[in-house]
């Protein structure tokens, strides 16, 4: 048996993406096999793809998605077929059927769209982890979030709103603007100025934490935008990597921290893998997080869901679907 999947023989551009036949995988023990409804696409997959990040190829990419467990591997319990699942920590999700370490897998509740259960691992957890682990900016306190209308800071500015924060976010166009406005981001500014802006938005005194996942264009201002002994928690590279620079500049800002975190770190145990995505689920039950899907795919165009997505031309969640 054979599955339709997105293949890359080598890195480069979006077009290196291409549909093609593999044989259909099969789980191994403590693994789950799951019918994919949707898998997310994420900066990271372009990164992967580009050669930014090293990864073998042939490659198919995607490490996010949801869908129905068709069948369990040897040891797994807890798991059953026709149940669906939702993991930020599969392989290969860019096909019409993918694997996940059952141990790396959240159950869905019932009443939760596929579509959005796919949309939910790796943007959610992330929001979860940099609002409550990376950073913890206490009720009162004032951050800036970068790329507030993407699929990561509408989600971030919800959460912190929701525990007392002030967000000042960025976004490129007015109708992103808008998008963070209504996910509760109290200011909502350009790219342009935007340290000077945050200065003179926080009466000279700047944020205690900078959450930046653009990298390269806006680090020097987020550096710039922080308090004496403010937090810039760089978690993506959407414009480029971060060149090096002279550690000195943080004890001239201000005692200032830098911190690069990323997910897999945040996700160590089976415990702490429940407790967000828990927490998660729980949100978006309650209706205190909207899952924003901004742009779904056919599996056949993950070149274009690339090329939109380093456009910077999508809002909320990107989705492939087969």
Known sequence: MTMRAIVAERSGGPEVLREARLPDPEPGPGELLVETAAAGVNFIETYQRSGLYEVPFPFTPGSEGAGRVIAVGEGVTGFAVGELVASAQARACYAERFVVEADRAARVPEGVDPAVAAAIPLQGLTAHYLATSAAAPQPGETVLLHAGAGGVGLLLTQLLVARGVRVISTASTPEKR?????????????????????????????????????????????????????????????????????????????????????????????????????????????????????????????????????????????????
């Open 178 to 322: 808008e998008l963070s406005r209504a996910a509760g981001a109290a200011e909502v500014l350009g790219y342009e100025g935007f340290a000077d802006r945050v200065r003179e938005l926080t009466g000279g005194e700047g944020v205690a934490v900078a959450y930046d996942g653009v990298g390269r264009t806006t680090f020097d201002g987020s550096l710039a935008a922080l308090r004496v002994r403010g937090e810039l928690v760089l978690f993506g590279a959407a414009s480029g990597p971060v060149p090096p620079f002279d550690l000195q500049r943080l004890n001239a800002g201000g005692s200032l921290s830098v911190t690069r975190p990323s997910l897999g770190h945040f996700l160590r145990t089976p415990e702490e893998r429940a407790w967000r995505f828990g927490e998660i689920f729980a949100a978006v039950a309650s209706g205190e997080l909207d899952i924003r899907i901004g742009a779904r795919f056919p599996l056949a165009d993950a070149a274009e869901a690339h090329r939109a997505l380093e456009a910077r031309a999508t809002t909320g969640k990107v989705l492939l679907e087969p």
